[in-house]
């Protein structure tokens, strides 16, 4: 199929493609359009306008600012993937794109335009709510930052607002000795999750500190386990612990489809992930 006549506009600065956005109607950005496109040729998407940022540069970036990752709404997979910025300060994020689309959609998809999009399956916005990155939403004369815990809510929903745009991705470094774990299950590298667990904790006097774990390819969109990080929080490491939050984990799950498989991951998926990040945290 084909998409639907719509407008198209390239602006080259940022105030020009919000005044855009501003005008009404149903519009959208387009960056990479990994996940637009396509969605637009089988009219899943019918917007009136296509507003194309990709000549507005100065949203290209990956760069520290102070003790805060900040991450651009042109920023590709692939420069994320490799930055030797987010390697040192956000491991689980180069370990997670190993597991994210292919070459060829990071080559081009951005991580913003991932959010925005808010599949069910990405792991991205997982790992967005367990960094508590805050997501910058700009419209005409003003900005809003969002947590990222916030931002997502159901299946291809978001709180951004039809007038803004997500023009940034902000994540704080983790403190020294944070611990991380990944893992997924899909039917291949790069297909959408059946199933993602991430995690990140601390571990202080032998006890679980500040334990941050999230979900996706299970519930309407990715979730933290707020519960589970509950009946972490203060407690010594163990095997028996994790098999029981995990069991909790689980069964507070709310599966769109095959229920009773996925509850079975997250049994399986979750001590690991805590394993992970109990032997990173040192």
Known sequence: MKPSAFRYERPTDLQAALALLATGGDARILAGGQSL?????YRLAQPACLIDINRVSDLDYIREDGD???IGALARHGAIKSSDLIKAHLPIVAEAYDWIAHAAVRNRG???GNLCHADAASEMPAIMQILEAELVLAKVGTTRTVAATEFFVGTYE???AEDEMLTEVRIRKPAAGTGWGFEEVAMRRGDYAWCTVVATLEIS????VAPRIAIAGVNDCAARLGTVEGALTGKKP???LFADVAATAAEAATPTENAAYKRDLIRALLPRVLNDAVERAG
């Open 37 to 41: 496109v396509p969605m637009m040729n």
């Open 68 to 70: 805060v990752i900040a």
């Open 110 to 112: 951005t991580l913003c």
């Open 158 to 160: 978001t709180a951004i």
């Open 205 to 208: 006097d032998g006890n679980i």
């Open 238 to 240: 163990d095997a028996s």
